[in-house]
């Protein structure tokens, strides 16, 4: 797997970027970078606006104020992004042919798509499930194969949408033991997720969202032990922001 | 047809003039079939996936012309190719072509209203997957038809039976001349309007056999897919 | 994926390739007719038509419609011969240029058919008018065709001997139901009814139920059949040659006998008269 393309894509940087769905805001004036460097986790009460962020950062939402950049650039084409959504689509065809298709997309020559699709379906360990028809797999093993498809698109940047929100504490720690060598390898990697647990597992840095605005960033071991605001303090006792 | 004799007869006897009837017959009805879903399936899948001013228009407008009348589709192929006609020069009506044309244009609305709400309902589904892996126009239309093809055998074998059943269209256009232009359905309707009901019946009992067949084999060909891609 | 999409076109391509070349070797030798449907049902094409390809290797295409209808055809150039029965709309056909000259070929007659029990007591009768004006009298079932053919035109030629304006004088006895003789018999042997049919037709019917023939042999009910080349000047791909050679063997002896020869149940049809200048 290639490292380097960070310059392409990193650091993605909000400036007063709301985005609204006819008269819903769905984020409210968020400035926000992010930067090469260890996972940055999304936490934050359901509505928050989690999700939208990571599709904006995506490119799959457009700001209706306010400006993105990649790198500097506005929409460039040459990003290596990818995403793994909370419920991930998959096409009707084996494990194997899943991954083929994406590699496909980036042009991947057909004498090396064979390897790659080894080596990713291992990375993930569904090495043996390669024929299976991907629809047949299990919840976390489709996790785990949206995962390798994200992947094979060699992304510098992969956005996780709450990756283990379905999953059981056995599907929760493959997920996440691979997230750990994902950033270890160098692709920055920003996710989502309900488990606060997971996220001081998982974080370098932290960002706490409630009703569209970013209401707190640190490094996880500041944020955990002294939150600067209040909601803060009150997500991290438990209690429901409303 | 031979004189007095039941249809079983003649299939039991393999008579060949039903034989080349019933080969006719699916070779019409069946190069309909591939050329209205060589056209329709794209442009179903394309209407399905663009969005451009009037489109709501186009979708009525076709899903209205799935009930098109057979025998004005006749009518019209027919001035078309009649050598008064702006298309006389080819010289094709009364050929099993002309009712490969007719029966094409007859069927090319269902293939394409089926093809159109498949890509339609699955481009719901992998709407954010595929704009996330940056597929393009053509890509997105190769994907969503592939993975709706379960969904498009049932839509063709759909124009398959409009083709195979009618007779409105085929009879103008091609004539129902012994040997060249007659097909199951052109020789039910001779049959029975000279009177030979029972001939008439057994033939029709043939056609119903000959769709069921073609039916079961698809299905056969979808359950064998189906498992292998899940 | 991408491959079969491929190869499935390619296929498609072949087939219409395919498709194209046998109509275009179909086309070779061969041409159209516009007939009517009654010469067609009475099997008489099914026995000269193959003697004429062995002996000419010419394929003889018949379109058989009504006898309006296979003028039409030919008016709009859509045949090369055209081979009717009414020698009215043939010379009307003439003169509006689309033949270039009609020959006889032979005739066959109509008779009156009727239920074995005979309500309107016509049966046996030797004289058509006198039948038909009394089946009107008698307000008996009467099935017509009603579809511009040569039968029909027939029909009602002979109800204006009878000094009827069946379009004006016909009551709910009178039927038409704009079909062909067999759905005509059909109708006929379903509502006990009569009706005017030709022989050719009647012989090979298969579902007579109670019908038998009223009334036959009156010289008004006689048939006359013609035969056109289409007027190449008006259409220039009309295929000229061969269509003269077909009409060249229908006229010969030949061709003539072949005529006489075909019968049905022992009977013969069709009577040759190509050599009659009159006909």
New interface residues.
């Given amino acids: 797997m290639s490292i380097c393309h960070s310059s392409a894509t990193l650091p993605i940087v909000f400036d007063e970027v709301s985005v609204t769905a006819g008269a819903v805001t769905l984020l409210d004036r968020v400035t926000l970078t992010v930067a090469p460097g260890e996972p940055t986790v999304l936490i934050g009460p359901n509505g928050a606006g989690k999700t939208t962020l990571l599709r904006t950062a995506m490119g799959l939402a457009r700001p209706s104020r306010g400006q993105i950049t990649w790198a500097g650039q506005l929409n460039p084409l040459s990003t290596r992004r990818a995403i793994v959504f909370q419920r991930p689509a998959m096409l009707r065809r084996s494990a194997g042919g899943n991954i083929r298709y994406a590699l496909r997309a980036v042009g991947i020559a057909r004498w090396r798509q064979r390897a790659v699709i080894d080596e990713l379906l291992a990375a993930v360990g569904l090495q043996h499930l390669r024929n299976r028809p991907a629809r047949r797999l299990s919840v976390g093993e489709q996790q785990r194969l949206a995962l390798a498809r994200a992947l094979a698109l060699d992304p510098a940047v992969l956005f996780l949408d709450e990756p283990t929100a379905s999953l059981d504490p056995t599907g929760t720690k493959a997920i996440e033991d691979i997230v750990r060598e994902i950033g270890a390898r160098g692709i920055k990697v920003v996710l989502s997720t309900h488990d606060l647990g997971e996220a001081k597992r998982l974080a370098g840095q932290i960002v706490l969202l409630h009703r569209g605005r970013v209401i707190e960033v640190g490094a996880v071991a500041a944020f955990f032990d002294a939150p600067q605001t209040a909601e803060a303090r009150r997500f991290i006792a438990g209690e429901l922001l409303v | 047809m031979p004189?007095?004799v039941t249809a079983l007869q003649l299939v039991l006897n393999a008579d060949p003039t039903l034989l080349a009837i019933v080969r006719l017959s699916l070779?019409v009805s069946l190069?309909a079939v591939?050329?209205a879903?060589?056209i329709a399936v794209p442009l179903g899948a394309l209407i399905a996936l663009t969005r451009f001013p009037g489109r709501e228009t186009a979708n009525v407008v076709l899903n209205a012309m799935m009930g098109l009348p057979p025998v004005v589709v006749g009518l019209a192929v027919y001035l078309l190719l009649?050598?008064?006609?702006p298309l006389?020069g080819w010289?094709?009506?009364?050929?099993?072509?002309a009712m490969?044309l007719a029966q094409t244009i007859l069927v090319m609305p269902i293939i394409g209203a089926l093809t159109r709400q498949t890509v339609e309902d699955l481009w719901t589904?992998?709407r954010?997957?595929l704009?996330?892996?940056?597929?393009g126009p053509l890509?997105r239309m190769?994907?969503l038809?592939?993975?709706g093809r379960f969904s498009l055998v049932t839509a063709l074998l759909a124009g398959f039976g409009r083709a195979a059943a009618e007779v409105g269209a085929v009879i103008i256009v091609g004539?129902?001349?012994?040997g060249?232009?007659r097909t199951m359905t052109t020789a039910i309707a001779l049959e029975?309007?000279?009177?030979?009901?029972?001939l008439a019946v057994g033939l029709g009992l043939v056609l119903i056999a000959i769709v069921i067949v073609v039916n079961a084999l698809a299905w056969t060909a979808r359950r064998a897919g189906e498992r292998?891609?899940? | 994926m991408r491959s079969t999409l491929l190869a499935r076109r390619s296929l498609l391509a072949l087939v219409a390739i395919a498709l194209l070349a046998h109509v275009a070797l179909a086309q070779e030798k061969s041409i159209v007719i516009a007939s009517t449907t009654s010469t067609q049902d009475s099997g008489l094409f099914g026995h000269i038509l193959p003697l004429f390809k062995a002996k000419t290797g010419i394929d003889v295409r018949v379109i058989a419609v009504g006898t309006g209808q296979a003028l039409d055809t030919a008016r709009r150039g859509d045949a090369d011969v055209v081979f009717v029965h009414a020698k009215s709309a043939e010379e009307k056909f003439l003169a509006e240029g689309f033949g270039v000259k009609r020959y006889p070929v032979m005739y066959n007659d109509f008779i009156l058919i009727g239920p074995k029990n005979d309500p309107a007591g016509i049966k046996g009768m030797k004289d058509i008018v006198t039948a038909l004006k009394t089946l009107k009298d008698k307000s008996a079932t009467f099935i017509s065709r009603g579809d511009k053919s040569g039968t029909h035109i027939a029909e009602i030629n002979l109800w204006k001997l009878a000094g009827v304006d069946i379009a004006a004088e016909k009551g709910p006895w009178y039927k038409e139901i704009g079909q062909g003789m067999g759905a005509a018999l059909n109708a006929a042997a379903a509502s006990d009814a009569y009706v005017l049919s030709d022989r050719g037709t009647w012989l090979s019917f298969k579902n007579k139920g109670d019908l038998i023939i009223a009334v036959e042999g009156d010289k008004r009910l006689f048939n006359q059949y013609g035969v056109m080349l289409v007027n190449p000047r008006k259409y220039p791909h009309v295929k000229k040659e061969l269509g003269q050679q077909f009409i060249d063997w229908l006229i010969s002896p030949e061709g003539q006998r072949e005529i006489a020869d075909y019968k049905i149940n022992g009977e013969q049809l069709f009577y040759p008269n190509a050599n009659d200048p009159a006909a």
């Fill in positions: 004189d007095d070779i190069s591939c050329l879903a060589l009649s050598r008064s006609g006389g010289g094709l009506l009364f050929t099993p072509m490969i589904e992998y954010d997957e704009t996330s892996m940056n597929v890509g190769a994907t038809i592939w993975e004539g129902n001349i012994e060249f232009t029975t309007s000279k009177g030979d009901l029972p292998l891609a899940g």
